[in-house]
């Protein structure tokens, strides 16, 4: 039988993980996180995920440095960083993004 249950996560209440990042609705193959007023930051440590992670800029600016490359980021703007891929961002300019990852990263740590 079917999944058919529904789920709502309310921002104002939503758990927060150690980088900040507001953990939203998260299903049995994709999550949602917010990252909300990030404050703008020099260098992020890089990292390699064990899910893939596509995002949407509602405010700021940052740059995503990806396996060599250097992508823009502005309100507007949607990304993937792949599995696996070499990744770290700069926050430019307080930002705001959703991200969504598949598989859930809850699954592999929660705050990674």
Same mark, same amino acid.
């Given at each position: 039988?079917? $999944?058919?249950?529904?789920?709502?996560? $309310?921002?104002?209440?939503?758990?927060?993980?150690?980088?900040?990042?507001?953990?939203? /609705? +998260?299903?049995?193959? %994709?999550?949602?996180? @917010?990252? $909300?007023?990030?404050?703008? @930051?020099?260098?992020?440590?890089?990292?390699?995920?064990?899910?893939? +992670?596509?995002?949407? %800029?509602? #405010?700021?600016?940052?740059?995503? =440095? %990806?396996? &060599?490359?250097?992508?823009? @980021?502005?309100? &507007?703007?949607?990304?993937?960083?792949?599995?696996?891929? @070499?990744h770290t961002y700069r926050i430019?300019?307080?930002?705001?993004? %959703?991200? #969504? +990852?598949?598989?859930? /990263?809850?699954? =592999?740590?929660? $705050?990674?």
């Open positions: 039988m079917a $999944d058919s249950s529904a789920r709502k996560i $309310d921002v104002q209440t939503a758990a927060t993980g150690a980088m900040g990042q507001k953990y939203l /609705a +998260t299903g049995q193959f %994709v999550a949602m996180r @917010l990252w $909300d007023e990030e404050p703008t @930051l020099t260098d992020k440590p890089q990292s390699r995920r064990e899910y893939e +992670t596509v995002g949407f %800029v509602i #405010a700021g600016r940052a740059e995503l =440095h %990806v396996e &060599g490359q250097i992508v823009q @980021l502005r309100p &507007g703007d949607s990304w993937v960083v792949p599995k696996g891929a @070499l430019l300019e307080r930002f705001q993004a %959703v991200e #969504a +990852t598949s598989p859930p /990263a809850q699954a =592999h740590g929660g $705050d990674v």
